[in-house]
């Protein structure tokens, strides 16, 4: 008789073991205590987990952040516009529509402040918005003039902002007008887009009466922007030149090409340029005259020998003449160019020396003679005159 078989030597009794035992075989053939072995895992799954933990973080904080950042750019927006409308001007959307019909010209925040005691009148540009395009690309360079109707010929110009269709100028100009003439007084802004040539072109017109406003007190306030030609039309004369300078050599060349706007009449025009060097005349020349034209057309250069280290010391100054046969030549107005300008004329003197050795073109509104002798404050000649003896 055999021996009965052993269970445990049957085929599925030996498959059973040898799956059940594959790990504990591969346990026991690592060279590590088992507490080495429990603490590895245990190190390993709390890294999986904290792994996990910083990815399902991270995602939730993407997300978070996202969404507020986009709700809060729009209520910024939209706080900045209540604010500016129920502070500076509440019933801005009451007002009637401008006279240029279905387009907008944009809008201008003015102060006015008049002081009774120096009879002046305070103008304080604020600024623009909403202006319209001067250019395709959808942009503008714009900078403002601002004048009286009872004051030909004078008047203030700001600094020119490239770029933009709302500008902040923050410029203040006064303007001496007697009590008197107040109810007879206009009030006149104009909004231009800076050209190099041929002119400006403008993009809104504003004038308001002094009359009809209340000055005891200081206003602050939007007006509407018209389109250019609502205000009243002033006669201005202007000189177009050139200016080019080569830093190397010190060569300055002003060529005077054509004016405008001059008074009509049998009488010759001409135009003198000058040169003054730290408040001294130092050289001038002069074209030749222009007969019975109010548009005279010079086109004539001359050049100057500055050197670079006295550029900055340098005032380049244009005056044009008018001689009739009966009186002698009196000056029509004068520009005045250089570190100590403004406006327009100090823009294009930055021009030239920005683009050197290329020749920049410009038209510049004449101004009053005597103005811009004040704004020169010339020094004499003249030598003081020696210590008397034991003084």
Known sequence: MGLPADPRSSPASVGTTAESGLIPDLVARIPWPRWALAATAAAAGTLLVAGLLCALCCCCRRSRRRKPRAREAVGLGSARGSTTAHLVQPDVDDVEPSPGGGQQWGRLQLSLEYDFGSQEIRVGLKQAVDLKAGDPGGTADPYACVS??????????????????????????????????????????????????????????LSLPLGTMDLRHVLEVWHRLGPPGTAEAEQTSELCFSLRYVPSSGRLTVAVLEARGLRPGPAESYVKVQLVLNQRKWKRRKTSARRNTAAPYFNEAFVFLVPFSQIQNLDLVLAVWSRSPRFRAEPVGKVMLGSRASGQPLQHWADMLAHARQPIARWHRLRPAREVDQALALQSRRRPPLPLPGS
């Open 148 to 205: 009286l109707s009872t004051q030909a010929g004078h008047g203030h110009e700001t600094k020119v902002h490239h770029g933009t269709l709302c500008p902040v100028f923050d410029e203040t100009c006064s303007f001496r007008v007697p009590p008197a003439e107040l109810p007879q007084t206009a009030l006149r802004v104009r909004v231009l887009d800076f050209r190099r040539f041929p002119e400006p072109e403008p993009l809104g017109e």
